[in-house]
């Protein structure tokens, strides 16, 4: 949704019937998209599933130390692509997409939250908290054995031992 708003030819190899030209690529059809990204969400959550939608809102300051240090160091190389420098020209352009994505497809049955990015040890305490504190809401607990298998649980250790 995002990258195809950016760089709208890459639209053409989804091979939508409706979309011939850029010109089909009006604010309606992303306006469209993200009506029909609310009504699938909306769908799965009515049929059980829970929706949580997480934006790793990094700055572009540390985006910028991420990418020189993929570069610094040996190790991290791998991570790097020249095409990162190349989007990287694009922030603006992504920042309206991602702001206008976030509005229209935040809904109180599939929310969006949007979590700090630049610590990486916050962003993932924030994350974990919060799907953490969903489970509690729907009373999720972790499995437990019924109290009559815990109770031969050696005799099931010693059947398995003497094969």
Same mark, same amino acid.
């Given at each position: 949704?995002?990258?195809? =708003?950016? +760089?709208?030819?890459?639209?053409? &190899?989804?091979?939508?019937? !409706?979309?011939?030209?850029? @010109? @089909?690529?009006?604010?309606?059809?992303?306006?469209? =998209?993200?009506?029909?990204?609310?009504?699938?969400?909306? +769908? /799965?959550?009515?049929? &059980?599933?829970?929706? *949580?939608?997480?934006?790793?809102?990094?700055?572009?300051?540390?985006?910028? #130390? $991420?990418?020189? =240090? $993929?570069?610094?160091?040996?190790?991290?190389?791998?991570?790097?692509?020249? &095409?990162? *420098?190349? %989007? $990287?020209?694009?922030?603006?352009?992504?920042?309206?997409?991602?702001?206008? *994505?976030?509005?229209?497809?935040?809904? %109180?049955?599939?929310?969006?939250?949007?979590?700090?990015?630049?610590?990486?040890?916050?962003? =993932?305490?924030?994350?974990? %908290?919060?799907? *953490?504190?969903?489970?509690? +809401?729907?009373?999720?607990?972790?499995?437990?054995?019924?109290?009559?298998?815990?109770? %031969? /649980?050696? #005799?099931?250790?010693?059947?398995?031992? !003497?094969?």
């Amino acid at each position: 949704m995002l990258v195809t =708003r950016v +760089h709208a030819e890459y639209v053409f &190899g989804e091979k939508i019937p !409706s979309v011939n030209s850029v @010109d @089909d690529l009006s604010d309606d059809f992303y306006s469209k =998209r993200m009506e029909e990204i609310n009504n699938f969400e909306k +769908h /799965i959550v009515d049929n &059980g599933t829970i929706v *949580l939608k997480f934006f790793l809102n990094l700055s572009k300051e540390e985006q910028k #130390n $991420r990418l020189l =240090r $993929r570069l610094r160091l040996k190790e991290k190389n791998w991570k790097f692509s020249p &095409g990162d *420098l190349k %989007e $990287r020209k694009l922030w603006d352009k992504y920042q309206f997409c991602y702001q206008e *994505l976030l509005n229209k497809t935040s809904k %109180e049955h599939a929310p969006w939250f949007v979590i700090p990015a630049d610590d990486k040890p916050t962003a =993932r305490t924030l994350v974990a %908290e919060i799907i *953490l504190n969903t489970l509690k +809401h729907y009373n999720f607990k972790a499995p437990e054995l019924p109290a009559k298998y815990k109770v %031969e /649980i050696e #005799n099931y250790k010693a059947q398995l031992e !003497s094969e």
